[in-house]
């Protein structure tokens, strides 16, 4: 069993920045796993925001948050964080904390998830 708790959500200005946090936790839970992040919108799909190798040295991102959102991860307090910058009113969804093994683009390759925390952009 892996648990995952997301934090930090909350209601920000458009320009704005956030960190999340995502502890894991369980018995299955092993510091080799990649970790990500999706998000979903209200009426839209689940999608990727960013991913993070075992070690932390390889991130991979989407398109629409390269060079304002940066992932990363305290493997001695399993911990992924992720640090969003110039907020906009389109980044407003939950946002999911995901494990997994090897890890991927598709929401459906993960093993693991969190319960998701509220990101509202204000315009």
């Known amino acids: 069993q892996v648990q995952l708790v997301e934090s930090g959500g909350g209601l920000v200005q458009a320009g704005g920045s956030l960190r999340l946090s995502c502890a894991a936790s369980?018995?299955?839970?092993?510091?080799?796993?990649?970790m990500g992040w999706f998000r979903q919108a209200p009426g839209k799909e689940r999608e990727f925001v960013a991913a993070i190798n075992w070690s932390g040295g390889s991130a991979t991102y989407a398109d629409s948050v390269k060079g304002r959102f940066t992932i990363s991860r305290d493997n001695a307090k399993n911990t992924v964080y992720l640090q969003m910058n110039s907020l906009e009113p389109a980044d407003t969804a939950v946002y999911y904390c995901?494990?997994?093994?090897?890890?991927?683009?598709?929401?459906?390759?993960?093993?693991?998830w969190g319960q998701g925390t509220q990101v509202t952009v204000s315009s």
């Open positions: 369980g018995r299955a839970f092993s510091r080799n796993y990649a």
């Open positions: 995901a494990a997994d093994p090897l890890g991927s683009a598709v929401a459906g390759n993960w093993d693991f």
